[in-house]
């Protein structure tokens, strides 16, 4: 190594140094609170069968969360994904729609519950929009990129016989984009599951704060 990279390597340990500083991170905090961690653990461990019929209708309440999130979700989806396809419109109508959705993505659900929570106040009815909203950024970009890996000859084949385009939509587009958008879904559901599950654990964890 040459010194130019020396002093380089230097100046990035040096910044490290006095940014832990600026921040207070002492490695000495992490060594004494390793112990929490037992401490956590015991609790996690610790079962009050008292809570037993709570855990069980919050459980049931979360899967009926679930539920409607997700269909009323993909139901906008849908036709959201129709109008941001390329194949099916033009720019006027696909780009500020695409703009749209890359908004709605943007922020992960525990924001939007966080939001809805401020709208309609706490309870599950915020978390039922903030899965909306989560659903209608996902599957509609997955909807659209499928329409768009149609093949184009049966479209141009059924376009040439004088069809509407709602009747494109219904027996060409939608019965063609949906196997391609089924094995979208088996790739990617394990990761986004997860990360969902994430965030409304995220979002349980600090609804129970505010009760609290």
């Known amino acids: 190594m040459n010194q130019k990279n020396n002093l380089i390597i230097g100046l990035i340990i040096a910044g490290v140094v006095v940014m832990s500083v600026n921040v207070d991170a002492d490695p000495r905090d992490f060594a004494e609170g ?7 653990l015991q ?20 899967i ?6 997700t269909v009323v979700g993909v139901a906008i989806a849908l036709p959201l994904s129709l109008l941001a396809a390329r194949n099916l419109n033009n720019k006027f109508v696909y780009v500020p729609v695409r ?9 992960p659900s525990i924001l939007w519950a966080i939001l809805f ?38 479209m141009d084949a059924v376009g040439a016989i ?7 939509i219904r027996f060409v587009v939608l019965p063609e984009s949906a196997s391609h958008l089924l094995r979208e879904l088996d790739f990617t559901s394990l990761t986004t599951s997860s990360s969902l599950s994430m965030e409304r654990l995220q ?8 009760q609290s």
């Not at 703009?99 to 922020?107: E, G, N, S």
């Not at 004088?162 to 494109?168: A, R």
């Open 34 to 40: 390793l112990p929490n961690i037992g401490i956590m």
């Open 117 to 154: 929570v401020i709208i309609v106040g706490l309870g599950p009815f915020a978390g039922v929009l903030a899965i909306i909203m989560y659903t209608v950024g996902f599957i509609a970009k997955l909807q659209y990129e499928a329409i768009e890996a149609i093949d184009a000859d049966p």
């Open 64 to 69: 009926e969360m679930a539920f409607i999130g």
């Open 43 to 62: 609790e996690i461990t610790e079962v009050d069968s008292s809570l037993f019929v709570t855990a069980f209708w919050s459980m049931l309440e979360t």
């Open 99 to 107: 703009a749209l959705l890359a908004a709605i993505r943007t922020f």
């Open 162 to 168: 004088g069809v509407s385009k709602l009747q494109l």
């Open 203 to 210: 979002f349980s964890c600090w609804l129970f704060l505010q």
